[in-house]
């Protein structure tokens, strides 16, 4: 989050918090719960894995048997038996600890969760105390239909999620929060393994979310260009096919999508060969490090304010 909007929410809450660190954690993991809990509605919007290709699973494995919104946010995807801790930054981290101590975690990199709490000041530990520095929204598909893998239209709807869980009330029972979200998980469960061209069984609390997001944005006055996204959400909520993976399946020929990923492929392929600078980098440094890298590609926009190259 930017740091200018933190210190100006915190101008008005600070008698509430004994620390600033302490206000951080707080709005931090108030985001992570909604977005721990909205998932299935960001697979509904958003999902883009509908099918699996011959190779994916053995034959005698479970699979399902009709396209999906999102095999990879199903069961059938990257998942974890590790339970989720979100109450405060300081349940998240001790679960983590205590998983791994037990051994069912060999480190918290192995932690696979929808949203991670990150800190750049060392282990775990350290980020109950210091705070929060930002969160990793894992719960997006690639998108084929661009380059990048993700639009803009995409990163926008995720800022006014953000915007709308920072600045609103927190799950009100401490005690029934993680019970909450595992209800969220188990509705994402539901909507991933849905036919991409029916309409979720979720409609109507994916539309109660989507008029709280509009009068949220009226009250704030964004930018036209954030209602034009709350605006085609609402058309993907309204009609099924013209979600990602409903728009996917149209090209599925013969139970594969090979032949339309190998088209993207070669477009972007070619478009890369058009750039009159094209990337050199590793043909005269092929032992750049990362920040190196991002340099190269990106200039001054491949790093986000205030990140350093600390894992």
Known sequence: MNEAVLKAVWEGQQSEF?????????????????FVYYRWLITYLFGNSPIAEKNFFEPDDDQPTHPVRSIRSSNYGLTSDVKKDYRTVGDYVNNIESNIKSGKLFSEAEYHASVRLKTMHGDLTN?????????????????????LSVRTNTIRFFRILLSYFM?????????????????????????????????TIYHHEAQNLLDKLQLFGATIQWGPEYQEVLDTMQDRLDNPNLTPAANLCDHEVDGSLMSYGLAMANRYQNRAHENPHP????????????????????????????????K
């Open 18 to 34: 004994d620390s600033y660190q302490e206000f951080v954690n707080y709005m931090y993991i108030k985001i992570a719960q909604g």
């Open 127 to 147: 980020m109950v105390k210091h705070g929060v520095d930002y969160i990793e929204l894992r719960m997006l598909d690639l998108d084929p239909t661009t380059a």
């Open 167 to 199: 600045m609103t009330p927190p799950m009100a029972d401490q005690e029934k929060i993680n019970l909450k979200l595992a209800q969220g998980i188990s509705m994402n469960e539901v909507v991933a393994l849905e036919n991409p061209y029916q309409q």
């Open 279 to 310: 990337f050199t980098g590793f043909e005269e440094q092929p032992d750049m490090t990362a920040a190196e890298l991002r340099q190269r590609l990106f200039g001054a926009m491949g790093k986000p304010e205030n990140l350093t190259d600390s």
